[in-house]
């Protein structure tokens, strides 16, 4: 196993123009390197500028490698990562009203029209069972219902717990703004305002827990042209979707470069990640703007080469579907 040790800024640059031969201008600015660390600013792009690797398995770059480059790759994985940004957010906006919407129906139908004996969520994991929710111990899977795996009801139970725990004026958790106004108003919080302080991972967990056609007609909401999908394979196919996109936004909201993520994607399901990106586009309202990014990237910044045509092929795609 190879040995990588940390190095300050100024070894940096000497194993820059060293071993990946990058030319630097004269004076050396900061280079991004006060707001980007290496991790983020040079080994993400490193497979798309290298014209392969050697006998040890270590890349092997171009005789000179001007520092724009990196730089420039580094600009346009912001670009796309502010894409999906405006796309996530609008997509998890409208997730949440759904979800607010019918765990809301669902309680009201179940007695509490007030949605305040939130408690009652505990019974999902106790009891087995909560309202017409998939079974606690169930989850649907390539077209059937099979039994969940122990992760996935432990991630079940956390959020209800999590739920739960908002909605609790004990709670250790600090309200939001609205949450204080109904507790100081009406003496507790509902479910319909709990849900709101959940992330996209929990509200997904909520999703799986819906039976089809729960599932049915969100999906048929935010399908392109409006047809309702009723195939159980496509409703999977959505499930994994929802995983991607969680994965998306957890890179994108933590400042990660989003190049890594597309160009490890598997090039045979290239062409779903882009069909998300559609369905992404479409489900923005009429009085947002779908965002722009630059041309094909190669155009831009470099030729791709034997090594990384294939890298290449899954950037354009992606940047294709986000145009």
């Known amino acids: 196993m190879k040995t990588k040790y940390y190095q300050n800024k100024k070894a940096l640059l000497q194993n820059l123009y060293h071993k990946n031969h990058v030319l630097f201008p004269n004076p050396v600015p900061s280079l991004g390197l006060d707001e980007k660390t290496y991790l983020s600013l040079i080994t993400p792009y490193t497979d798309l500028i290298a014209t392969g690797r050697d006998s040890n ?6 005789k000179s490698v001007p520092f724009e480059k ?14 999906f940004h405006i796309l996530i957010s609008a997509f998890e906006k409208r997730l949440r009203a759904y979800l607010i919407t019918i765990f809301s129906e669902k309680m009201r139908l179940s007695g509490d029209a007030q949605c305040s004996r ?13 309202f017409d929710l998939l079974p606690y111990s169930q989850e649907l899977t390539s077209g059937a219902l099979l039994p969940a795996n122990v992760d996935e009801m432990k991630r079940r139970r956390e959020v209800m717990d999590e739920i739960v725990n908002f909605s609790t004026p004990t709670s250790t958790k600090r309200p939001s703004y609205i949450a204080c106004h ?41 399908d392109d042209a409006g047809n309702h999908l009723f195939n159980d394979n496509e409703i999977c196919i959505f499930q994994q979707n929802l995983k991607t996109i969680n994965v998306i936004r957890n890179i994108v909201n933590h400042y990660e470069p989003i190049f890594p993520f597309i160009l490890h994607y598997d090039l045979n399901k290239i062409s779903r990640l882009c069909n998300l990106i559609s369905q992404l586009k479409s489900n923005l309202s009429s009085t947002m703007t779908a965002p722009k990014i630059l041309p094909p990237i190669e155009a831009l910044i470099t030729r791709p080469n034997n090594y990384n ?3 290449f092929t899954r950037l354009n795609s992606v940047i294709t579907a986000l145009q």
């Open 57 to 62: 398995g270590d890349h092997v770059y171009p």
């Open 70 to 83: 990196y730089i420039n790759f580094g600009n346009v994985d912001s670009e796309i990562s502010v894409c």
């Open 118 to 130: 939130v408690a009652v969520l505990k019974d999902y994991y106790e009891k087995g069972s909560l």
């Open 182 to 222: 109904y507790l100081e108003t009406y003496g507790y919080i509902p479910l319909f305002v709990s849900l709101h302080s959940l992330g996209l991972g929990s509200l997904i967990t909520l999703f799986q827990m819906l039976k089809r056609e729960d599932k049915k007609a969100f999906i048929s909401q935010i």
């Open 309 to 311: 045509k294939e890298l």
